[in-house]
T-cell receptor, first 113, second 116 residues
Framework: DAGVTQSPTHLIKTRGQQVTLRCSPISGHKSVSWYQQVLGQGPQFIFQYYEKEERGRGNFPDRFSARQFPNYSSELNVNALLLGDSALYLC????????????FGPGTRLTVL | AQTVTQSQPEMSVQEAETVTLSCTYDTSESDYYLFWYKQPPSRQMILVIRQEAYKQQNATENRFSVNFQKAAKSFSLKISDSQLGDAAMYFCALTAYGGATNKLIFGTGTLLAVQP
């Protein structure tokens, strides 16, 4: 079975631009979560979506938004990019929203110049 | 608030030896899971082992086992017969269901080096 997939693998943007990251969950998983991992730190929670509804949001500015589609894939959008947005963006999927195992994709490495 | 603390930034072990990585956590929830994830240089986050809080028996997965001390809120990972491929950053993580989200709270990680 295919695991969580993310695209693109790498991305280079300049300050002020906008970026869209994509994630496809494991087949049958209805929950998708997004995390930001700055180099040298643990991942920080950004969003969780379940059945196309936002179920949780971390301490990130409104420049960050996301959505989930009927096929449970998800997009993370970041507007007005700042240098500090440079990070590895990880997507994880799980079957449900209760305590459950989250499986991670390979991540998208975003560099903001 | 939920927190996860890993007090060992770096650890080293000889190949074939045993090493234990430490983790403490705090949560007011009664229903929660604890995890150890491994992140090699490729930065893919790989699940190592899971422990449900309601289970008294410590989880094991081949060479990996945990020591779950619920009252002390301690969750350590033991790696037996260490292999070169075990070298990676190891993150302890907690998820609880205190609301509508099952977000993961991660520790700061322990970088494990395996010496041949």
């Amino acid at each position: 079975d295919a695991g969580v997939t993310q695209s693109p693998t790498h991305l280079i943007k300049t300050r002020g631009q906008q970026v869209t990251l994509r994630c496809s969950p494991i087949s049958g998983h209805k929950s998708v979560s997004w995390y930001q991992q700055v180099l040298g730190q643990g991942p920080q929670f950004i969003f969780q979506y379940y059945e196309k509804e936002e179920r949780g949001r971390g301490n990130f500015p409104d420049r960050f938004s996301a959505r989930q589609f009927p096929n449970y894939s998800s997009e993370l959008n970041v507007n007005a990019l700042l240098l500090g947005d440079s990070a590895l963006y990880l997507c994880a999927s799980s079957l449900r929203t209760g305590p459950d195992t989250q499986y991670f994709g390979p991540g998208t490495r975003l560099t903001v110049l | 608030a939920q927190t996860v603390t890993q007090s060992q930034p770096e650890m080293s072990v000889q190949e074939a030896e045993t090493v234990t990585l430490s983790c403490t956590y705090d949560t007011s929830e009664s229903d929660y899971y604890l995890f150890w994830y491994k992140q090699p240089p490729s930065r893919q986050m790989i699940l190592v082992i899971r422990q449900e809080a309601y289970k008294q028996q410590n989880a094991t997965e081949n060479r990996f086992s945990v020591n779950f001390q619920k009252a002390a809120k301690s969750f350590s990972l033991k790696i037996s017969d260490s292999q070169l491929g075990d070298a990676a950053m190891y993150f302890c993580a907690l998820t609880a269901y205190g609301g509508a989200t099952n977000k993961l709270i991660f520790g700061t990680g322990t970088l494990l080096a395996v010496q041949p």
